[in-house]
């Protein structure tokens, strides 16, 4: 059974500030997505990663897919209020095995 | 602006009713999804569609069933609804191939009491 964790579970920031959150695994991926869920929405697609080492910046975003392709980071720059939501990571493993991860859930502050 | 539809946002039935949940999708995808989400267990997939008439279990199939007799529309039903069948519920659709994104809808919120 593949163990896919996010972390933190819950962050908190002042806008303005810098938060970076992590999707792990013990198993490889052949592919990774992150998605953003505002609250009472669906999760809407942030980027797709497939390559080992791959960063990917999506305006004050930056997405990292680990060299081993076993974990992922989310960077956010400047965060601001509308960064508040839930990020999830989706990831495609052996077998074409689809799981998504608990989430992180980010509160922006005014 | 392309979109999935789910045809309820809030939804609040009696135990033992069958449910039905609707999605429709406006993109020609060929894959259909449902998911439940709760908290502290994440998007758990309930059954997946591939094309018309077909149809995957996903990892909680258990006292759901789904229907897809249109390329556009994938049904989700709760043959007798239960207590802990109480979950937000999102459809999504893709492309065929299991490395695009998903589109999903804005979820149906189900309350069985």
């Known amino acids: 059974t593949q163990l896919l964790e996010q972390s933190p579970q819950f962050l908190s920031i002042q806008e303005g500030e810098n938060l970076t959150v992590y999707c792990n695994s013990s198993?490889?991926?052949?592919?990774l997505q992150w998605y953003r869920q505002e609250p009472g929405e669906g999760p809407v697609l942030l980027v797709t990663v497939v390559t080992g080492g791959e960063v990917k910046k999506l305006k004050r975003l930056t997405f990292q897919f680990g060299d081993a392709r076993k974990d992922s980071s989310l960077h956010i720059t400047a965060a601001q209020p509308g960064d508040t939501g839930l990020y999830l990571c989706?990831?495609?493993?052996?077998?074409?095995?689809?799981?998504f991860g608990g989430g992180t859930r980010v509160l922006v502050k005014p | 602006d392309v979109k999935v539809t789910q045809s309820s946002r809030y939804l609040v039935k009696r135990t033992g009713e069958k449910v039905f949940l609707e999605c429709v999708q406006d993109?020609?995808?060929?894959?259909m999804f449902w998911y439940r989400q709760d908290p502290g267990l994440g998007l758990r997939l309930i059954y997946f569609s591939y094309d018309v008439k077909m149809k995957e279990k996903g990892d909680i199939p258990e006292g759901y069933s789904v229907s897809r007799e249109k390329k556009e529309r994938f049904s989700l039903i709760l043959e007798s609804a239960s207590t802990n069948q109480t979950s937000m519920y999102l459809c999504?659709?893709?492309?065929?191939?299991?490395?695009?994104?998903?589109?999903f809808g804005s979820g149906t919120r189900l309350t069985v009491v």
């Open positions: 989706r990831v495609k493993a052996a077998g074409n095995k689809l799981t």
């Open positions: 999504a659709s893709s492309l065929l191939g299991l490395d695009y994104g998903y589109t």
């Open positions: 993109m020609d995808h060929e894959n």
């Open positions: 198993s490889v991926f052949s592919s």
